[in-house]
């Protein structure tokens, strides 16, 4: 090599065409050796056999140097290591990885790239994914993966998994067999002795190794969504993605992540569950989701740029054009955030997007659009495959008598959502409706803590008996439901947000397990042991607590200065007001800010989330009026 060479930093070239992209070739050397490269464009259509790698760039700290013969580049130790540990001793390995192979000093390219991100990791050959240096640990965590993946895994419970993998299947089909997998897994869960797997060897090491970084990141959701093959290694240590994924949906299945022993460890589990939807999804062809909904699902993953949060997963939406403008680093964060929001609402003719805003007065954007950077687990009130709810419900006025019997016979909505957007302002029509008069916080912490013992758990289960109790006063109080009965269904149904498993309204039977829900708490809290009986009614219990966190998570139960309830964001205050506003399916609290308000989040209202409030409305009420939303 020349002496300049290694004296001197590598100079990048211009693309000669910005549809191209450079791929890494590394030199044959052993493990410890010194790295060399070169850097060469390539057609990304022709570009052959390449290996793109994942990885996490780690702190900003440029410490370690490999060489080519136009001269020298600094990466981070993060890069070198995983080029030590994939290179191979006896042949050149080409490469795709995204510090080298993009000019990060040239923002116009950085942005161009971002375009191919997903085209890159489909062409390549195979994804290689690096966690880093192993442990002890992850020695520990690995060896289990793999015994209790071929132990517990293979066979009919992998066939299970993917017979779901169809999205060709009728949507009640696909019910029937995730109920069916449910109960496969809860079996499973019963074969299996606890101190087989929370021992603290087995939980410290799972805990350390789906903690680490690649799990948190938003950039590695796309890139390995897009592998057609993925391996994954940790110092020495390989396994194949596809065991890791499945285990992963298994362990999360049978409610094991719960004992896990960080709150990272316990949420990177269940998000692999929905990157391997989007993995489907690839396969099929068939992308089932918006660009708003995918970072709403991965709000917890982290990016150093705050744009990421979106450039990183664009590549997964089903709308072929899903951001507002081509990926650039030349837009701020803030402006690209409102012009996604805007481009949304304008696209689907809908509000649903204030589904993804939790308010926080400390955002420089306006209440109606999304802060991609906050974490905030409110669940989400709209499913967009079997949503229920419709509270805008009636027959527009301005529609002919005709056009109006037609859709009264079909069942059919017709609206507009008369909104305007000027800036960061959104003029929407509405109906203030009702205000908050009581609001009932429930105090229960909904993060998992199997791992801290039965003693943790019992007062959190007292706090499910004792909102339960504050909740059913509050619903006696109300002079809306005229007798007993209509107060019980109105109580069990907000205690639910009216829902059952996968979104689907919830059937009158439900009733049963909400009231079963109840008096297992209540004789697992009276009990002296160290440890809860009565596992049989476990699995109603699962099912009926997920759909109470789906709706009670980051909110309070409310009875309105009308006697309905509900549940309202937790942000709440005094003089704040329930609206429907036409475009939104569920009611939204609001906050007047002058001549304005702001979007405080969606609420559960009874008896109006399916257009019960539309009651006796005519053309001539004086309650509909265009509102600005800041």
Known sequence: MVEDARSSRYRYLPLQDTRNIRVLDVSPGEHGNEIHFA??????????????????????????????????????L??????????????????????????????????????????????????????????????????????????????????????????????IVRVDKIKALRKNLFLLSNTIQVSEVVDDNLANGLTHFFSRDWFLRIWTVQEVASARAAVVKCG?????????????????????????????AQGSVPQLGEVSKFRDERKTGKPQHSLVSIPHQ?????????????????????????????????????????????????????????????FNENSHLPSWAPDWRTYHPSADLINRSTEPFCAYRYI???????????????????????????????????????????????????????????????????????????????????????????????????FIGDRQAHGFQAEEEFKDRVLLFGETI??????????????????????????????????????????KIG?????????DVLAIIFGSPVPILLRPKGDSYLMIGQCYIHDVMNGGQWAGVTAERTEFETIQLV
């Open 522 to 563: 209540a004789k697992w809290v009276s009990q002296d042991d160290d440890e809860p009986r009565y596992f049989e009614d476990l699995p109603n219990f699962i099912e009926v607590e997920h759909q109470f966190r789906s709706t009670g998570a980051n909110r309070q139960f409310c009875l309105t200065k009308y006697g």
């Open 236 to 264: 020495s240590l390989t396994l194949d993605y596809g065991i890791v994924e499945r285990f992963a949906e298994v362990w999360r299945g049978m409610g094991m992540h719960a004992w896990l022993r960080s709150s990272a």
């Open 39 to 76: 850097l060469r464009e390539v057609k990304l259509e022709e570009s052959g056999l390449y290996h793109a790698l994942s990885y996490v760039w780690g702190p900003p700290i440029f410490s370690e140097t490999i060489f080519s013969a136009n001269g020298y580049l600094k990466t981070t």
């Open 396 to 494: 527009h006025w301005s529609q002919t008598d005709e056009d109006k019997k037609k859709a009264e016979d079909a069942d059919e909505v017709l609206w507009d959502i008369y909104t305007t957007i000027d800036g960061s302002n959104l003029f929407v029509r509405a109906f203030i409706f009702d205000t908050p008069k009581q609001a009932i916080p429930h105090e229960i912490d909904f993060q998992p803590r199997m791992s801290q013992g039965w003693q943790v758990l019992k007062p959190i289960l007292q706090k499910y008996l004792e909102f339960m109790e504050k909740s059913a006063r509050a619903t006696a109080k109300s002079f809306f439901y005229p007798d007993a009965a209509r107060q019980e269904e109105a109580w069990w149904r907000t």
């Open 567 to 575: 549940w309202i964001p937790d942000t709440y205050r005094e003089g």
């Open 78 to 171: 993060s890069l070198y290591a995983a080029l030590q540990r994939f290179r191979a001793p006896d042949q050149t390995v080409v490469f795709w990885a995204d510090a080298v192979c993009i000019n990060q000093e040239d923002l116009q390219e950085r942005g161009q790239q971002v375009s191919f991100m997903r085209s890159i990791y489909t062409t390549s050959a195979s994804v290689l994914i690096w966690l880093g240096d192993a442990t002890e640990f992850d020695q520990e965590a690995c060896n289990f993966i793999l015994q209790f993946t071929d132990k517990h895994i293979k066979g009919s419970l992998d066939d299970a998994f993917n017979e779901l993998d169809d999205w060709n299947l009728d949507s």
């Open 298 to 358: 991965l709000r917890s993953r982290q990016a150093t740029d705050s744009r990421d949060k979106l450039y990183g997963l664009f590549g997964l939406a089903s709308n072929p054009q899903p951001l507002p403008y081509a990926p650039s680093y030349m837009v701020t964060t803030e402006q690209l955030y409102l012009d996604l929001a805007a481009k949304e609402i304008k696209d689907s003719r809908s509000l649903e997007v204030f589904q993804f805003c939790f």
